[in-house]
């Protein structure tokens, strides 16, 4: 099949202004850490570095708890809903006017693709805040009682697969409630939350409402459990959502964790083809794959099995690999070393358990974190690669052959975030949606996300809603 | 004093046939596999009957019982889980004199204080079945999402509950626990209070007797602390209400266990029984579950 070449169409970086060194943005300014070493941030597509990074040690997680303590009972807890809300609308607004910027930041700090930076990260984030801005005056409607009252100081933790977005996610509904807030990004990706803190300052958000403190694990650690907060709200792997529910066993602190998955994403013989194979693309590529609820596991009902396989295939072979910044870059770089290097593992896992391995033909640039998207066939139940989750651009292939079949085998996991469905037949959509055991089932579509719409996962993907009215609750005392 | 089935005779002049009190799982009444039983006084001391003491082994067998109950119970259509539930109500209400005996004996309150918290237990069974069909439309929504999508959240029952029912409410706090689990679909292994147990294993026969399902219910006498630890780390339940436990410690060291996988823990609160028990309870065990399809012609 011959192919038109792209031309490299790169998104301009001069619209960022990186720093070379950034502090913790605690109680309104950005300070040196008492207690902590810089660490450096760099680009995954490049291994450039990007800035140095001040590592939170336990004397300045106690400074923000407190300066967010002292925000909560002096001015954020005693502020009326509406004027809340005006913070918040003043701050999706700066989003939008620097969502350009921001998009860039992330591509380059991630690795994500800009188009997907620029069309799904960015405006999910402005629109998270609008949504939430809105319900700052109008708790009492929430359905969490009559008289809802904020809990105090969150903690919150968020990953390095949607930077800003986990931040927005957290911290929208965290302060519509009338909480204030301490949030530590992840290690690999702390610039754009760092940008947020900017527009914090720009939007005259009261000094101690909002502190963002860098760090790795420890730094986290130290967050979760200081005795000084009252909710903790974290997104990551199930690993760490168990270690942070047995860290808070005991205490008066409520807890939401947004944990692993190992979606599975079932395909019927009816479903039309060609979304279909989209659909499959978008589940398991869309961001490499870093996606907690992405559509790992692919079950096809036998008989269409070999042309779903074929078409799948043609299709992965036209996906681009590249420069994040690059607009017609479909899949952009692996966040980091340690990530490609878990990929890579299981991959091989895959293989050694007997599964059989496809990727298509694609150059990967010799500098920084690559992964070409991959393929397994063949792969059973028991397989690991089938079990555990890889959190990159590797899809398993499954085969069912009735409805019935294809539950069970979507169900046997221990994780319950999301599910895909493709069918022609309405009443088998709403049968397969009843009966799958998953926090979000997506039917005839795949990874959408909308702040109206609460997301969160069943059994060991974790407890609690983000989005909606439900996210609300998760920040309420009632 | 325990409720005998007295006939208007001459003292003496009938020996009563007094009840063995035993687990209820499954749908079944065995003694506890263990052997072992426990001596249940009333609040003076006065020895009452011998409990069955559940063991480890009760426990799981008892979360087998329930798992395998869930798929059906939850698939119920919420109108006929109320239905039930209300039937657990008319069925109770047969049995007062029964229940407010042993509530009376249990809690050592006046037959008159007695016969209030069963009718409040009783008010509650039919609050709570009224709940069934009404929960989906209270607790889940429409979302208006920005794109061509039909997009709505519905309620879900979480799965297995493990309940530490209140050491000291035998009958009110007890249902208060039970209900709210079950109205939505969830399954329950209840471990009862540790010296009042006799009202929990009156209302297992209530439940054997109402249209529940065998399973849905499964209820331990014998000690939380005992039990407890292995219902906390058993991967096979999906939450957990520390209401009987009393101890800080032991609460924590559960709560801790219950995050193996997981669980959705109810942290033991100061509870007032006898007041209006709201949605919180209900919500606990309670999935939301987020459905998207396109919309085009």
Redesign the interface.
Known sequence: MSRFEYAPAPESRAIVDIKSSYGLFINGAFTEATDGKPFKTVSPASEEVLAEVSEAGPADVDRAVKAARKAYDKVWGPMPGRDRAKYLYRIARLIQERSRELAVLESLDNGKPIRESRDVDLPLVA?HFFYYAGWADKLEYA?A?ENPQPLGVAAQVIPWNFPLMMLAWKIAPALAAGNTVVLKPAETTPLTALAFAEICQQADLPPGVVNIITGAGRTGQALVEHEGVDKVAFTGS?AV???I??SV??TDKKVT?E?GGKAANIVFEDAPIDQTVEGIVNGIFFNQGHVCCAGSRLLVQESVYDEVLARLKRRMGTLRVGDPLDKNTDIGAINSAEQLARIRELSQVGEDEGSERWSPECELPTQGFWFPPTVFTGVSQAHRIAREEIFGPVLSVLTFRTPQEAVEKANNT?F?LSAGVWTDKGSR?LWM?NQLR????????FN?F?P?????G??????G?EG???GLEAYLA? | MVWRPTLPTKDGARLDVRKTYKLYGGGAFPRSESGRSYVVNDAKGKFLANASQASRKDARDAVVAARKAFGGWSARTAYNRGQVLYRIAEVMEGRHEQFSAEVAASEGLSIGKARALVDASIDRWVWYAGWADKLAQVVGSSNPVAGPYFDFSLPEATGVVALLAPQDSSLLGLTSVIAPAIVSGNTAVVVTSFERPLPAVTLGEVMATSDVPGGVVNILTGSASEIGPWLAAHLDVNAIDLAGVTDHEEATALEAAAAENLKRVRRPADEDWTESPGLSRLTQYLELKTVWHPIGI
């Open positions: 629109a359905g009682g199930t959502g168990r270690a529910a047995k066993a005991g964790l944990l221990p319950g959509i949606a998953a926090g979000v089932v997506w039917a005839n579509t959408r909308d109206t719409s609460p997301f969160g069943y059994k060991e993907s974790g407890y809603r909606g009215r439900h009632h």
